[in-house]
């Protein structure tokens, strides 16, 4: 058997095209290609989704300061304790 009649995947003809794309474009300040490579990769949704999260925490911890937690900010009734007990960010009632 001879290496030469096994076409090695960087030099065989018709394979894949290699796209220029400059990786390092897309990492943020300071952060090197080497670095880059030992991070998991960015799961944009769950971000969205943790940011999401945030929001609704900060406007629960605001509504506690404000003395509105626990009623609806649409209508000012009592919000359900279930409902709460499932989401403690909740700020609506059943109805809203
Ligand atoms: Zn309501």
Same mark, same amino acid.
Do not use: E, M
């Given at each position: 058997m001879s290496d030469s009649q096994i076409p090695s995947p960087s030099t065989s003809p018709g394979g894949e095209q290699e796209l220029e794309v400059?990786?390092?474009?897309?990492?943020?300040? !300071?952060?090197t290609l080497a670095e880059a490579d030992d991070r998991p990769p960015v799961d944009t949704a769950a971000l969205e989704q943790i940011e999401t999260d945030l929001a609704a925490v900060d406007a629960a911890l605001a509504a506690l300061d404000a003395g509105t937690? !626990?009623?609806?900010?649409?209508?000012d009734e009592p919000v359900d304790d279930a409902l709460l007990a499932v989401d403690p960010t909740h700020l609506t009632c059943a109805a809203h």
């Open positions: 400059d990786l390092a474009s897309f990492l943020p300040d !300071g952060v937690y !626990g009623r609806c900010t649409t209508c």
